[in-house]
């Protein structure tokens, strides 16, 4: 069944509400994001979310390999796996806002890998030699003159009936779609609602697998689209601005353009990449959002009516993907018009795709 998963904040208080309304509302999954400075954790929202629903899939979206040592963020996505009876996945990303507030770049695509490999052997509840994890640093346990120490690590409280959690890898450049596919059990694209772009990034990573010797379609895919259902597609590009200018940066990150791209569409990413606010991060009133170029915003985004936002979605169905992440309205976007576009998604599109994509 193709999934559709709705991305969230963990504030304090509001986490749980969040999931419990998302449930309701027939979502598959809730992401929380993990931004310190911009958020409360994401792994006690996770925990408070696990308690008050019953179905609903619970991941971070995303973490980082910067913020927390493998064994901690493995350790706290377990405790989620447990809490939640096996609902928990691993969102893991390059960062971005989480670091930027620490004076930070994102994470080279070798720190990723080295993080990501980690991670995986945690959750697999495998031993790892000591310095075989990537570390922040600290002086050396031997120095302390123990009687008896560690001679490796590993979460020894893991249960063995447990299921390993699974890591979703999300994606935008050739690099790190290569570290999904050798590494991840998902991978999730953030490249846009293009289906060039997402058959492109889907080719990318079967690569990498066939080289890695693993099968190429045996990876869960899905795809970050920004998507606001209305009548006008003016007024869905103005209530989807925000998020959908932190979305499309991705693919500019560094300045140039990744994946395939018209000379107009780079163009429009670059100008993107010189207006970025990390300050406004998100908003609909941003000076990224105000430079977005209407024609690219078309093509990178899903926005106009209950019609046209069912053929878009198919045809990224069409293309691999069975997993759906939807960025919707800003949060300073109108909230009426906000909440009828989300109502005309979970009441009238999601359920056509579904329909489109039964056997």
Request: charged share 20%.
């Amino acid at each position: 069944m193709t999934e559709f998963w709705t991305l969230g904040v963990g504030l304090p208080k509001i986490a749980a509400r969040q999931a419990e309304a998302a449930e309701g509302a027939g979502w598959d999954g809730l992401l929380l994001v993990d931004s310190q400075n911009l958020a409360g954790d994401c792994y006690v929202g996770l925990a408070m979310a696990a308690r008050v629903t019953e179905r609903i899939g619970l991941g971070t979206g995303v973490t980082n390999p910067v913020t927390r040592h493998p064994a901690v963020a493995a350790g706290a996505i377990a405790t989620v796996q447990a809490e939640s009876g096996g609902r928990a996945v691993l969102g893991i990303g390059r960062g971005d806002s989480s670091l930027a507030h620490l004076g930070l770049a994102p994470a080279s695509v070798a720190e990723l890998e080295a993080h990501v490999a980690a991670v995986q052997a945690y959750l697999r509840g495998d031993e790892l030699p000591f310095g075989a994890a990537p570390s922040p640093g600290g002086r050396a346990l031997s120095t302390l003159g123990l009687a008896g120490q560690p001679s490796a690590s590993r979460l020894h409280w893991l249960r063995p009936d447990q299921p390993k959690v699974p890591v979703d890898v999300f994606a935008t450049g050739p690099k790190v779609l290569g570290v999904a596919g050798r590494l991840a059990d998902r991978v999730t694209f953030a490249v846009g609602a293009e289906a060039e772009r997402v058959v492109w990034a889907r080719d990318t990573v079967r690569r990498a697998r066939t080289d890695a010797g693993l099968d190429p379609d045996a990876i869960d895919v899905g795809a970050c689209v920004n998507l606001v259902c209305h009548p006008d597609p003016d007024v869905a590009l103005g209530l989807a601005s925000g998020g959908l200018a932190s979305f499309a940066r991705f693919s500019v990150m560094h300045g140039t353009p990744t994946g395939p791209v018209s000379d107009a569409e780079s163009s429009a990413l670059r100008r993107l990449h010189s207006a970025y606010d990390m300050n406004r991060h998100t908003m609909a009133g941003s000076p990224q959002a105000g430079a977005l170029d209407a024609d690219f915003a078309h093509r990178f985004a899903i926005l106009g009516p209950v019609d046209h936002c069912v053929a878009r979605l198919n045809q990224l169905a069409a293309a691999g993907v069975r997993r759906f992440v939807i960025i919707g309205p800003a949060a300073d976007a109108d909230r009426a018009e906000g909440r009828a576009s989300v109502a005309r998604l979970v009441n009238e599109v999601v359920p056509a795709v579904r329909e489109a994509a039964a056997p």
